[in-house]
């Protein structure tokens, strides 16, 4: 096993900030990132259209093996140089049952946990991003500024499309 790719919701911003995350640590394997309802991910793995992907993570190895929900968390884990013991441990018989709850709780409420912290999914990012508007101008009056927004979100794409 060479690559990993991790099909995840990019309108999640606990999915995003993970993504982020995982990627910034080291690995032993490359990792890939790629929208769970794109066309990409219909083409890379076509048994993605049977899973509830939008619900739990799937996480698909080169070699052909995929894991969805708890085992796919755990793998995530275990591609990490710095967690593959951590990994190792919360797959204990022991603990499984706790981060099989866990794992279906973070999934369950995702978009309420992303609310709470705060974290935004990478296509709102990228509005926010094509949006910087000049306050030199009018733009920043009370009723330019909405109008502004919704024009730059009309006309931003997602980066999946």
């Not at 993504?19 to 991910?41: G, M, N, P």
């Not at 591609?79 to 794992?103: G, H, I």
Request: charged residues 20%; hydrophobic residues 40%.
């Amino acid at each position: 096993m060479q690559t990993l790719t991790i099909f995840h919701d990019p309108g999640c911003g606990l999915c995003h900030n993970f993504h982020r995350w995982l990627l910034s640590q080291k690995a032993y394997l490359t990792i890939e990132f790629v929208a769970y309802d794109s066309e990409e991910a219909r083409t890379r793995f076509p048994l993605i259209a049977e899973l509830d992907a939008g619900a739990e993570i799937v996480v698909l190895a080169d070699d052909g093996r995929w894991w969805q929900g708890p085992p796919a968390w755990l793998t995530c884990l275990w591609a990490l140089k710095d967690y593959r013991k951590f990994a190792f441990l919360l797959a204990a018989p022991s603990l499984r049952p706790m981060v099989e709850r866990t794992c279906h709780l973070l999934s369950e409420n995702r978009f309420k946990v992303s609310q709470l912290l705060r974290l935004r999914p990478e296509e709102l990012g990228s509005i926010v991003a094509a949006y910087q508007p000049s306050c030199s101008t009018d733009a920043c009056a009370p009723g330019n500024l909405q109008r502004a927004k919704l024009r730059s979100r009309n006309t931003t794409t997602s980066p999946f499309s």
